[in-house]
């Protein structure tokens, strides 16, 4: 017969110690929740998940660009994005459009995007997935995207996309050496 | 100057009265909750943001349908909220790759990690009764099951989580 009185407390005490940390915790601002859209599926992976978590005020603020110089949506030639002082892409202040309006661009099924794109210096990917769409943001060297779902850093080991069966990429634009790439699940 | 949420059009307007209160006030427990059953604080945290979203979609429903208030201390959570956490978290805990220790202690950690590896049911109650110190008509209400059946897990959680421990501690 298992004696479970030990473990009562035990839990007991582990519980308390538990809910004792996580008060601690601080929630993000809540205007973030607003511009969060709510997911009916969720595929990614928990590190997707994570990184889409961290990064999504920067995809939303660069998505908001109805037009953007550099886009190369539908050639496979390099982009060049200027070098600002600003370039890290997970905060909606170091990205700053100013009187831009939010204008999500239409992503095109079927529509796909290979190329090698060149961007600012430093070295950070983020990738996010909502729904079925994949996002992002990347800054840093020079990335290659491929047909197949990847993206390879041009001298670095690839970074697989959430998903293998990615079939369209397309760059939605560029602002201040961050790229932000988006696309369908097939 | 405007801040950048402003620049995207998100105002504080956005938010209903009462949100903002319980998002305060709920957002650490419910990543508690979420972390202790996916077993990674980021997974956690993306999950609890992902639920926070969708019950500020549909706040006053939440508020008003079950009579829940969300910032009552003695609630523990406001139910609508917590069966998506718990949903969601036991899929993520397919998903979830490495555990990380986040904050919590070994000891507390491994508790947690024995939990887990109980049946999703049982892991489920065993944390929303410890950890929540919910009753088990409570536990029936968020799980949508018999009250009987919330205790039948229980003891059968506590009876392996018990006989687990005496095996790897004994």
């Not at chain 1, 994005?81 to 997970?90: A, D, G, I, R, V």
């Not at chain 1, 079939?167 to 634009?173: D, E, I, K, R, T």
């Not at chain 2, 009462?18 to 999950?47: I, M, P, S």
Request: charged share 20%; with cysteine.
């Amino acid at each position: 017969m298992t004696d479970t009185s030990n473990l009562e407390s035990r839990a007991r005490h582990h519980a308390q110690l538990t809910r004792s940390r996580y008060a601690a915790v601080v929630p993000p601002p809540v205007e973030q929740l607003v511009r969060r859209p709510a997911r009916s599926r969720r595929r990614g992976t928990g590190l997707v998940a994570a990184a889409a978590a961290v990064c999504m005020v920067g995809v939303w603020s660069l998505l908001g660009q109805p037009h953007v110089p550099g886009d190369v949506a539908g050639s496979s030639t390099q982009t060049e994005p200027e070098q600002t002082e600003s370039q890290h892409p997970t905060g909606a202040d170091s990205i700053q459009l100013p009187g831009r309006p939010h204008t999500p661009p239409q992503l095109q099924d079927g529509w796909g995007l290979v190329g090698e794109y060149q961007v600012s210096t430093t070295d950070e990917a983020h990738v996010g997935a909502e729904d079925d769409n994949i996002i992002l943001i990347v800054t840093g060297g020079t990335y290659r995207l491929s047909s197949d779902g990847t993206m390879a850093r041009v001298a670095d080991a690839p970074t697989r996309f959430p998903s293998a069966c990615c079939m369209s990429l397309q760059v939605l634009g560029t602002e201040q050496g961050v790229v932000a790439v988006g696309g369908h699940r097939s | 100057m405007r801040s950048g949420l402003e620049v995207l059009g998100v105002s504080r307007r956005a938010v209903p009265e009462g949100f903002e209160e319980f998002y305060d006030q709920a957002y650490g427990r419910l990543v508690g909750l979420a972390r202790v059953l996916t077993g990674d604080h980021q997974v956690a945290e993306d999950l609890v943001q992902d639920v926070c979203a969708a019950a500020l979609g549909r706040w006053d429903s939440i508020d008003q349908s079950r009579g829940v208030d969300p910032c009552c201390g003695h609630q523990p959570l406001g139910f609508d909220v917590a069966t998506p956490v718990l949903r969601a978290a036991s899929v993520q805990a397919l998903a979830a790759s490495t555990p990380r220790s986040y904050l919590l202690p070994e000891p507390t950690e491994e508790f947690w990690a024995e939990v887990r590896a109980l049946p999703r049911r049982q892991a489920q109650v065993l944390v929303l009764h410890y950890l929540e110190d919910l009753s088990t008509h409570q536990i029936a209400s968020i799980l949508e099951c018999a009250e009987s059946t919330v205790r039948v897990h229980l003891t059968r959680g506590r009876r392996a989580l018990a006989g687990r421990r005496e095996l790897t501690h004994d």
